[in-house]
């Protein structure tokens, strides 16, 4: 059996990186999920592994957590493990270090399995009993769990897209990673020159589908923290929460 927590290293390039010369918060996004996927495939429950049961891994919440972000040709290095299977849920958390092994941040998030025909969740005990197996429940991941984001209100849209082409997954609906592409484009370049992205939530709740026109409400709680509702209509797609600390 293979070790319970995966280690993966993953170099910084060019284009996963912004005018800063670091990472940006999808390029991290990005490097998360493909770890989440190898390490799901390495230990056999990865995404062929599960379509041959008809199902299919969905993201269904996602938290980052960054002190600092890697620069440009750096080697990083990011750990990620299980931290617990529930009946409709896995819970997977991940630590960032950059290639001194400092520290750069955490990531936590929460994963359902789907049938890809009714596209409902499965028992996940039922279906995989062996995941427990992999459970890291010691490991600790200090950053904090996942808190209700409320939707929206009172605003007019900051922006609008329709989804194109190049937001669509191997799913066949909007990327994961696109979604925060577009949300961190409500802002601008001063925002970014100043500041950084330190704390970073998003809830799925709809996919989305090639010509679908979203708008995108922001909403500011206080100096460095606001709220940002992807709707489709009337319906949010997905929510986040933005948590800046100036540089």
Known sequence: MLNKTGSFKIHIESYTCDFTEKATLSGIGGYILDVASHHAEERGFGYGDVLNDHVAWVL???????????????TIRIETWIESVERFFTQRCFCIYDEDETILGYARSIWAAIDIETRRP??????????????????????????????????????????????????????????????????????????????????????????????????????????????????????????????
């Open 60 to 74: 269904s919440r996602l938290s980052i957590k960054m002190d600092n972000y890697p620069a440009f040709n750096r």
């Open 122 to 247: 499965i028992d996940i005990a039922s279906w995989r009993p062996d995941l427990v197996e992999y459970v890291v429940p010691e490991k600790e991941c200090p950053i904090e769990k996942f808190s209700k984001i409320l939707p929206v209100e009172g605003v007019e849209p900051s922006m609008g897209y329709s989804v194109r082409y190049s937001d669509i997954d191997i799913n066949k609906h909007t990327n994961s990673i696109k979604y925060i592409e577009h949300i961190v484009n409500v802002f601008d370049l001063e925002m970014f020159r100043n500041n950084f992205i330190q704390r970073f939530d998003i809830i799925y709740l709809a996919e989305g589908a090639f010509g679908d026109k979203l708008k995108l409400y922001r909403q500011n709680i206080s100096e460095d923290e606001c709220l940002i509702d992807t709707r489709r209509g009337e319906e949010s797609v997905c929510r986040s929460r933005i948590i800046w600390k100036s540089k």
